[in-house]
């Protein structure tokens, strides 16, 4: 059996208000537009997920809701700014199914070089930039067999590779 996970690190937020602080920042002009592009190619190449672990900060829960609105969700405050251990156990805790995680850098972008065999061939995936994603393939069972370096990219994408 195989298991699917998304890592999305969250779309691109706004610094315009200095009274907010950085968990209350919404998505910006560009994040908003690039969300639902993620959305889209998620859905067009048959990765939608499931199942939805997310951080509670609003940048985040507004890019899981333009980007995967279908996905059952739980909102997590451990997933805001988590580092990668954190990220791992809480993957590892999921239910089985096509699981998004919806996330920090440097947090989410660690946790992905962390997960796969071999990095996916692009530019930015050492940088891991606003509204990246990584589909990888692990062939467990369920979740709690999650094993470091042990999936396959089968796509890693940013905003800019898309059109529109």
């Known amino acids: 059996m195989t298991q699917t996970l998304i ?10 208000d ?9 998505l910006n002009k560009r994040g908003q537009r690039d969300a639902p592009r993620i959305g889209r190619w998620l859905a067009e190449n048959d990765f939608a997920p499931t199942q939805a672990l997310c951080s509670t900060a609003r940048r985040a829960k507004e890019t899981l809701e333009a980007a995967a609105p279908d996905a059952a969700a ?4 451990s997933l805001y700014l988590a580092p990668p251990a954190k990220i791992f156990d809480t993957i590892k805790s ?24 071999t990095p996916p061939d692009h530019p930015r995936f050492l940088d891991y930039p ?11 069972d369920g979740w709690s067999e999650l094993q470091p370096q042990s999936g396959t990219a089968l796509a890693f994408v940013t905003p800019h590779d898309l059109p529109g």
């Open 7 to 16: 890592l999305l690190r969250h779309a691109k937020s706004s610094w315009s």
């Open 18 to 26: 200095p009274a907010l602080g950085d968990f209350d920042r919404p």
């Open 74 to 77: 739980t909102y997590l405050d």
């Open 94 to 117: 999921a239910q089985s199914g096509r699981l998004v995680v919806v996330a920090h850098n440097p947090g989410i972008g660690m946790i992905a070089h962390h997960l796969v065999s």
């Open 130 to 140: 606003t509204a990246a994603t990584l589909v990888v393939q692990f062939d467990i």
